[in-house]
């Protein structure tokens, strides 16, 4: 950390984030607005005398938008309320493409839409809710779900390439009173059934 100002500004340094990659350095300041309403701003910022860490600097730039809509459902519908989130892994030798259309098939979301509700089934964790956001690009695909079970919620599932690996993961925020509990029986569920599915090789819980 390098500035702590609450709840107007925070800097900090990050090192060692992707392998040989030099520091990056993150600003976001917040101006409140009328209407109880407020304006982040979050700069990056690397100093690098190469050209290869451009892709890396606009990773951030399709990443971060999703973390922001999750902030504002999160201030919207449950401020203040406890959190705990449960967050799973996994890579497909097939590559991105395949990893996503596994696991978004596996999880009945590959043909939703925003607005569509959808559940799991089979052996997949529980899971179901109104689909928020989809988002795809060159670099990730994702879909956002404002979920109801195993608790209140939203879930986001994404897939990306990782150096020469495709990888597809799940991020799952609970809120309530019953969150940490129910994130902590749900944890191990994730784990094992997307490691299994996308890897062939399910994690003994």
């Not at 994702?142 to 150096?163: H, K, S, Y």
Request: aromatic share 8%.
């Amino acid at each position: 950390m390098t500035a702590w100002d609450p709840p107007v500004r925070v800097e900090y340094e990050e090192y060692g984030w992707s392998g040989d990659a030099p520091p990056v350095a993150t600003e976001v300041t917040v101006t409140a607005r009328s209407g109880n309403q407020c304006v982040v701003r979050m700069v990056h910022t690397m100093v690098t005398d190469k050209d290869d860490w451009d892709g890396e600097i606009e990773s951030f730039e399709t990443g971060w938008p999703g973390f922001f809509e999750i902030l504002k459902i999160y201030l919207a519908n449950f401020a203040g309320t406890q959190a705990a989130t449960i967050r799973a892994s996994a890579v497909h030798p097939g590559g991105e493409k395949q990893a996503w259309s596994t696991m978004t098939s596996a999880l009945n979301v590959a043909a939703a839409d925003v607005g569509d509700r959808c559940e799991t089934s089979g052996d997949a964790p529980r899971l179901a809710g109104r689909v928020e956001r989809i988002h795809q690009d060159g670099i990730s695909r994702e879909v956002m779900l404002r979920i109801d079970e195993p608790a209140q919620g939203i879930a986001v599932v994404g897939a990306c390439t990782v150096g020469e690996e495709g990888r597809a993961m799940a991020g799952i925020y609970l809120y309530g009173p019953d969150a940490a509990d129910i994130a902590a029986a749900e944890q191990p569920k994730w784990t094992s059934w997307l490691r299994g599915l996308l890897e062939g090789d399910p994690v003994t819980t």
